[in-house]
């Protein structure tokens, strides 16, 4: 299945009535601001609220078109972040308890390492973890297993089985990234793919990288009617 999205002009106000430290999108951790913009137009690195600002609208797409989609528990990169700097990290967890897991299919975890960016996603009925990884690296690998200790430890009781024991399978076929900076991106649609109901043929998505600037112009373009001018 392909997405097609006929964007209208871009309204150059907006370029000129921000800017950089000018927030354009804020909910709850999530701030984007006009440099944040700017980065995801000119293909920079993804940071933390770029992927969260994502994960945000996706949410807001499942609630128009819920049935297209499984239910599943979101964690924020930030709560391997906040966890390395002892900060109060509690709050990026704490929406999963047992009667939450009971009701999802899956546990969806973006982490950034080094600069790159995978995704993990738990599936809760097979006892499985798959990662999705657009430059795949065994010390990527070694990585998650670390993040899904965490979460273990941090939750324990919650899970029904000892999630530390469930397989760690690396996703084969998928599309890959062609250049140093778009592992942001990727895994921003890896994950809008990983909660579909229907299974993704990932063999007719072979040449994703060359619309990754199409999806980089979409986010930003989504992000911005969020702000009244």
């Not at 000129?16 to 701030?31: E, P, Y």
């Not at 308890?97 to 809760?124: A, N, Y």
């Amino acid at each position: 299945m392909r997405f097609t999205c006929a964007l209208p002009a871009p309204d150059l106000r907006f370029f000129v009535l921000f800017s950089r430290d000018d927030v354009i999108f804020q909910s709850g951790n999530i701030l984007i601001n006009r440099g944040d913009i700017d980065d995801i137009l000119t293909n920079q690195y993804f940071s933390d609220n770029h992927v969260d600002s994502f994960a945000f609208l996706l949410s807001e797409k499942i609630r128009i078109i819920p049935k297209e989609f499984q239910n599943y528990l979101y964690i924020s990169p930030l709560y391997r972040l906040y966890k390395g700097y002892k900060h109060d990290y509690q709050m990026f967890i704490q929406h999963i308890t047992p009667d939450s897991v009971r009701e999802s299919k899956l546990i969806v975890q973006p982490i950034c390492f080094q600069s790159h960016w995978v995704l993990i996603v738990g599936k809760l009925k097979e006892k499985v973890w798959k990662l999705y990884d657009s430059l795949p690296n065994p010390e990527h690998k070694a990585i998650c297993t670390e993040v899904i200790k965490q979460i273990h430890e941090d939750k324990a009781g919650v899970f029904p089985s000892d999630i530390t024991t469930w397989k760690l399978q690396t996703v084969r076929g998928i599309p890959t990234q062609s250049n140093e900076y778009d592992c942001g991106i990727f895994v921003c649609k890896y994950m809008e793919r990983a909660i579909l109901k229907k299974k993704t043929d990932w063999a007719s998505l072979k040449e994703w990288q060359k619309y990754m600037p199409k999806f980089r112009t979409e986010l930003g373009y989504a992000l911005c009617l969020t702000t009244k001018m």
